[in-house]
């Protein structure tokens, strides 16, 4: 991959990292407002609906910190030049597929490959 190529993942990558960093201090804010609420509502209706929330911020927190994960994996592999190879069949994986998933691993053939395997796994 030309190096002008890296250098727009690079920004990419950070840029997406930086939006999740900023979710995840405002979910915990949204966190805190949590238990405030809950010492000026006492009603137990109340209280459930908000526990309710919690867990939902808290799957989304999981899932945030996944894909920050992914985007740091990304970013070494730009750092060690593998980035943009299929780990499977090291062939490149296209710059339109990275830009609509810059995080991916695999070229188009083996993910296909591989969904198809997970889902004969299911079904068996
Ligand atoms: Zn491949």
Do not use: W
Request: aromatic share 2%; glycine share 6%; with cysteine.
């Amino acid at each position: 991959m030309k190096q002008r190529d890296l250098n727009t993942f690079k920004k990419l990558l950070n840029e997406r990292r930086q939006e999740l960093m900023t979710e995840a201090v405002g979910t915990m804010h949204g966190m805190g407002m949590v238990e405030d609420t809950r010492e000026s509502f006492p009603d137990p209706t109340d209280r459930a609906s908000l526990e309710g929330n919690r867990n939902l911020t808290l799957r989304i927190r999981d899932r945030e910190r996944k894909l920050i994960t992914k985007i740091d994996e990304a970013l070494g592999r730009i750092e060690d030049g593998t980035y943009g190879k299929c780990e499977e069949c090291e062939q490149d994986i296209g710059i339109e597929r990275l830009r609509a998933r810059p995080v991916t691993t695999l070229c188009i053939d083996c993910k296909s490959l591989q969904e198809a395997q997970e889902r004969k796994i299911r079904t068996s």
